[in-house]
């Protein structure tokens, strides 16, 4: 089965860090361009961060620039969103994605692969 499995959302104050895994399985990642998406209540899903599986191209979302770490580990077919900084509107649940394609990762659209989510919630 084909699938992409997020971990690593939890609780946590502001100003705390978390780290977010998406595990693959039943296929490689190495072809894909993998984003992260979170989607807070009541409001639309946004992108946060796309990582290209076979380069070092990254994006990230002007929110989290210079507070999450986006990697890969192409070895356990993973990748990982590190978050620091954490603030009350970093909330949501974060989903892991894939594509083929870059743009439609920072675009967010056609993706491929869709995990399930994993809640994060920043309060005090």
């Known amino acids: 089965q084909l699938q992409l499995v997020e971990s690593g959302g939890g609780l946590v104050q502001p100003g705390g860090s978390l780290r977010l895994s998406c595990a693959a399985s039943?296929?490689?990642?190495?072809?894909?361009?993998v984003g992260w998406f979170r989607q807070a209540p009541g409001k639309e899903r946004e992108g946060v961060s796309c990582i290209s599986m076979n380069t070092y191209s990254t994006n990230y979302a002007d929110s989290v620039k210079g507070r999450f770490t986006i990697s890969r580990d192409n070895a356990k077919n993973t990748v990982y969103l590190q978050m620091n900084s954490l603030k009350p509107e970093d909330r949501g649940v974060y989903y892991c994605?894939?594509?083929?394609?870059?743009?439609?990762?920072?675009?967010?659209?056609?993706?491929?692969?869709w995990g399930k989510g994993t809640l994060v919630t920043v309060s005090s």
């Open positions: 994605a894939a594509s083929t394609v870059f743009r439609r990762c920072v675009a967010g659209d056609e993706m491929d692969y």
């Open positions: 039943g296929f490689t990642l190495r072809p894909y361009v």
